[in-house]
């Protein structure tokens, strides 16, 4: 299994710096990661430190909350593409969805879906916060939206992948869309487990150690 190939490779902590961009960015040529994600400030400085590769610059949408606007989001999207970004993982409208206003989840994630075109949409479920009949019907809504993948976890709430969400989420998705598991992933053991799980991505800040193991 080349692992790599199914990485995110992933500096979303609040503190990163320029220099520590930078270090984590030469790994990415180095290894053929699916993709790099930085933070939104950070887009336009990975797009140039990475230009003479064929590696991906991702970033997030609405994060690590999702409970934005759906204006502020489209807005935050359009800003992204525009300094470079290719894929974007977005946070799904949790207000929204807790109120039962699915219509409104679906319309978001199409509008930003509409932006990309061709290019990769992610969207973020927090699977710590739904119970399993509410993880169904949010891939379901994420795929018949229009999404690339439905993603496990911000990293950022209660906790994060678990093989068993993975592959109750591959299972509702079906051939729709693709899952990515993120989260708490800091292993090599632990990335295959996803992956085995039904994770077609892995998103992980332990990329490096993961690849050296």
Same mark, same amino acid.
């Given at each position: 299994?080349?692992?790599?190939?199914?990485?995110?490779?992933? &500096? @979303?902590?609040?503190?990163?710096? *320029?220099?520590? $961009? /930078?270090?984590?960015? +030469?790994?990415?040529?180095?290894?053929?990661? =699916?993709?790099?994600?930085?933070?939104?400030?950070?887009?336009?400085?990975?797009?140039?430190?990475?230009?003479?590769?064929?590696?991906?610059?991702?970033?997030?949408?609405?994060?690590?909350?999702?409970?934005?606007?759906?204006?502020?989001?489209?807005?935050?999207?359009?800003?992204?593409?525009?300094?470079?970004?290719?894929?974007?993982?977005?946070?799904?409208?949790?207000?929204?969805?807790?109120?039962?206003?699915?219509?409104?989840?679906?319309?978001?994630?199409?509008?930003?879906?509409? &932006? @990309?075109?061709?290019?990769?949409? *992610?969207?973020? $479920? /927090?699977?710590?916060? +739904?119970?399993?009949?509410?993880?169904?019907? =949010?891939?379901?809504?994420?795929?018949?939206?229009?999404?690339?993948?439905?993603?496990?976890?911000?990293?950022?709430?209660?906790?994060?992948?678990?093989?068993?969400?993975?592959?109750?989420?591959?299972?509702?998705?079906?051939?729709?869309?693709?899952?990515?598991?993120?989260?708490?992933?800091?292993?090599?053991?632990?990335?295959?487990?996803?992956?085995?799980?039904?994770?077609?991505?892995?998103?992980?800040?332990?990329?490096?150690?993961?690849?050296?193991?």
């Amino acid at each position: 299994m080349k692992i790599a190939t199914y990485i995110d490779h992933t &500096l @979303l902590k609040q503190s990163a710096t *320029k220099e520590e $961009i /930078e270090s984590f960015c +030469l790994a990415a040529k180095e290894y053929p990661f =699916a993709s790099v994600f930085v933070h939104p400030y950070h887009v336009s400085f990975a797009k140039e430190l990475l230009k003479d590769t064929s590696v991906p610059i991702g970033t997030t949408v609405g994060f690590p909350l999702g409970s934005n606007t759906p204006e502020v989001k489209i807005y935050e999207a359009k800003n992204s593409l525009n300094n470079g970004a290719e894929e974007l993982d977005m946070v799904m409208n949790f207000p929204a969805f807790f109120s039962s206003d699915f219509e409104t989840v679906s319309n978001e994630i199409r509008e930003i879906k509409n &932006l @990309l075109g061709e290019r990769i949409l *992610k969207v973020i $479920i /927090e699977t710590c916060l +739904l119970d399993d009949e509410q993880k169904v019907l =949010a891939c379901e809504i994420v795929a018949d939206s229009g999404a690339d993948f439905v993603k496990t976890s911000t990293g950022f709430s209660k906790s994060g992948a678990k093989a068993s969400d993975v592959s109750l989420m591959k299972s509702a998705c079906g051939s729709r869309c693709r899952v990515k598991a993120s989260g708490g992933i800091r292993d090599r053991e632990s990335a295959i487990l996803m992956i085995e799980a039904g994770a077609s991505r892995v998103g992980t800040s332990s990329s490096s150690k993961i690849m050296l193991t």
